[in-house]
């Protein structure tokens, strides 16, 4: 099990493979290349993912969930996601301090079988896992996966 301390530089190594990832893929395709229907660009995954951080850290460290607190629809270029991405990662600095042993422990209230924040780990991971695989079908090497 990891200590606070270890979780947030094992998240930070996530996030910064994740943040290269989104750098690897050419302007014209982050937003609208995806191997086929109803798989969605893998900008629109990494959306998803930059708007779970805000309201899952709140929801963590105060118990109240509310994921309607950021709006991407108008985000289709990449400068704007990766400033995005920067604005998560530091307000997961920012509020890292603030959370508890407990609250860090705690459930997601509509999906009590997930840890809250291993959740967001592992849904950054799962949707970097695809945007991978995009590479690879645009030609496109992607970064070391082991590199964090």
Do not use: C
Request: overall charge negative; charged content about 25%.
């Amino acid at each position: 099990m990891f200590t606070a301390d270890e979780m947030l530089h094992h998240w930070r190594g996530h996030r910064a493979l994740t943040r290269r990832t989104i750098e690897r893929f050419p302007d014209e395709h982050l937003f609208t290349f995806t191997p086929g229907a109803p798989l969605r660009t893998f900008g629109e995954m990494m959306l998803e993912t930059v708007r779970m951080v805000a309201p899952s850290l709140h929801g963590v460290e105060s118990g109240k969930w509310d994921f309607t607190q950021i709006d991407t629809s108008d985000v289709h270029e990449k400068a704007v996601l990766l400033h995005l991405w920067d604005e998560a990662d530091a307000l997961i600095e920012a509020r890292w301090p603030h959370l508890t042993r407990d609250a860090l422990r705690g459930v997601v209230p509509p999906l009590p079988h997930l840890t809250a924040l291993p959740y967001l780990v592992e849904n950054e991971i799962h949707h970097r896992g695809q945007g991978f695989v995009y590479l690879r079908l645009l030609g496109i090497e992607p970064p070391a996966f082991y590199e964090r």
